[in-house]
């Protein structure tokens, strides 16, 4: 499944601006980067329970949001890009 996560972390301390770092990090590990706070990941039911639990571990709730979408089926009919950035097709192969 292909999800959309958003985050807003407040950097006004230090421990916030760890927390970012670590927000970004762990969906890198899941996905890519689509804007400053927005990511994209291919991930399966358990990859999905796993990538959640990690960011709310990360996160202060009291200042922090964050938001998960599950992008549904037919991407193609739901997604939609406009302008210079292209995202990874996740379904072809990737050369490096």
Do not use: W
């Amino acid at each position: 499944m292909l999800v959309l996560v958003s985050y807003d972390v407040s950097t006004e301390t230090s421990e916030g601006r760890r927390r970012l770092r670590r927000v970004a990090k762990t969906c890198l590990n899941y996905g890519q980067r689509v804007q400053k706070s927005v990511f994209e990941c291919k991930v399966d039911p358990a990859q999905m329970e796993a990538l959640k639990i990690s960011l709310l571990d990360i996160i202060n709730e009291e200042e922090d949001s964050l938001r998960i979408y599950r992008i549904i089926e037919p991407l193609a009919k739901n997604v939609m890009e406009f302008g210079k950035f292209k995202a990874v097709d996740f379904e072809k192969t990737l050369i490096l």
